[in-house]
């Protein structure tokens, strides 16, 4: 009696639980509709699952092992058709659980009107609720295999487009589908960021990247490719503001390794501390990147123009070489230099007199303090410290 019950019932109860499911997840009805014959087959698994709980007592309520494949493979796909339409798999367990109690109302009533006794009753319950939980279970299975399947898929269409974007040789329709098959639009300008030498073994411990932003590993450095617009120097500097980077100057998407290029000459000045900013921009050191881009000449101009000071002692001839940059620096102006160099005023008198015995009419030639300038307001010329 009870198995004729819950047949006639079925159908009635499908219609319940599917007006309390749409209500908590409204995609529910065209997908009900798409599938309503295999979610008809429900009841070809379900009910003879619940009548042998009541037919054998020495068995076990209903588990896992015996839920059907094809009812499995039907809850699997729900969870992940949830998952590519961007849904919350937390509210569609949720309507499951809703959807069983409305089930059990049904089944209860059923089998109370069959004369089952408490304890069958109990069993019942146990049952449904068990094959509730396998359901749940392939439907986050389901929902968890589309995410992982969706990740690596985005994962390698990202590899695919960084080295599209590095290659020496850019083919700009091949940039463009590989854009569009990472999802990723392209930009008129990206910048490379450096974050570290690949060589260097320290984690990165608190980059929040932006999902624009794409990792890229290439050339001994592990960096980033970000697009170029309004408001990413404040972004990239909140984002890597613990960590540090060398960020390259923006350039046009085929030519991204220009932009890796001058940002890794210039990290070396960034580690030498000629560059202080930890979030370093290349743009605005470009006059720092072009005085040191060969240190050597560097080396031979500064010590060309402080030729003036060689027979002086040690001590002396560098007092006088503070003096002189703060005096560059400064125009002249006895009362700033004092203050830079924590001295009095009539101390930095008396050492612009030494300075003007030792060089003469250079001080006042132009084309000499540029000469000069050049030299010394940069520092000692470094080499690259890679």
Same mark, same amino acid.
């Not at 995410?147 to 990202?158: K, T």
């Not at 830079?340 to 005023?345: A, M, N, R, T, Y």
């Given at each position: 009696m009870l198995r004729e019950s819950l047949t006639q019932t079925f159908p009635d109860l499908l219609r319940v639980v599917g007006d309390e499911l749409a209500t908590m997840w409204p995609t529910y009805t065209a997908y009900m509709e798409e599938h309503r014959d295999q979610l008809a087959l429900a009841s070809e698994v379900v009910i003879p699952q619940l009548l042998a709980t009541v037919s054998d007592p020495a068995g076990r309520p209903g588990h896992s092992d015996t839920l059907d494949p094809a009812i499995a493979n039907v809850f699997e796909q729900i969870g992940r058709v949830h998952y590519l339409h961007g849904q919350d798999l937390t509210s569609l367990l949720t309507a499951y659980q809703s959807g069983a109690r409305v089930s059990w109302?049904?089944?209860?009533?059923?089998?109370?009107?069959? &004369?089952?006794?408490?304890?069958?009753?109990?069993? %019942?319950? $146990?049952? %449904?609720?068990t094959i509730v939980h396998d359901l749940s279970a392939c439907t986050s299975q389901g929902?968890?295999?589309? $995410?992982? *399947?969706? &990740?690596?898929?985005?994962?390698?269409?990202?590899?695919?487009?960084?080295?599209q974007i590095m290659s020496p040789f850019t083919d700009l329709i091949a940039l463009r589908r590989a854009a569009d098959r990472a999802l990723w639009r392209l930009p008129d300008e990206v910048v490379f960021v450096i974050l570290r030498l690949d060589k260097d073994e320290t984690p990165l411990q608190s980059v929040q990247t932006d999902p624009e932003w794409l990792f890229v590993r290439v050339d001994g450095v592990v960096g980033l490719i970000a697009p170029w617009a309004r408001g990413t120097r404040e972004r990239l500097i909140r984002a890597l503001a613990s960590e540090g980077a060398m960020v390259g100057p923006p350039m046009p998407m085929d030519q991204a390794r220009t932009s890796l290029t001058l940002a890794r000459s210039a990290l070396s000045l960034q580690r030498s501390g000629l560059i202080t900013e930890s979030v370093a921009f290349v &743009? *605005?050191?470009?006059?720092?990147?072009?005085v040191h881009q060969r240190p050597q000449r560097v080396a031979a101009l500064r010590s060309q123009v402080l030729a003036p000071l060689d027979d002086l002692p040690q001590a002396t001839r560098e007092r006088l070489i503070e003096t002189l940059t703060s005096w560059l620096r400064h125009m002249g102006s006895r009362v700033e230099i004092a203050e830079?160099?924590?001295?009095?005023?009539q101390t930095v008198r008396y050492r612009?007199?030494?300075?003007?015995?030792?060089f003469g009419p250079a001080l *006042?030639?132009?084309?000499e303090r540029a000469?000069?300038?050049?030299?010394?307001?940069? &520092?000692e010329p470094v080499?690259?410290?890679d």
């Open positions: 109302e049904f089944i209860s009533q059923a089998a109370i009107a069959a &004369g089952i006794g408490p304890t069958d009753i109990a069993r %019942l319950a $146990q049952t %449904l609720f929902f968890v295999s589309e $995410q992982s *399947d969706s &990740g690596m898929a985005a994962q390698r269409a990202r590899a695919e487009l960084t080295g &743009g *605005d050191h470009l006059d720092t990147l072009i830079e160099l924590h001295i009095h005023p612009v007199e030494q300075l003007r015995e030792a *006042d030639s132009p084309a000469r000069l300038y050049l030299a010394l307001i940069w &520092g080499l690259d410290a």
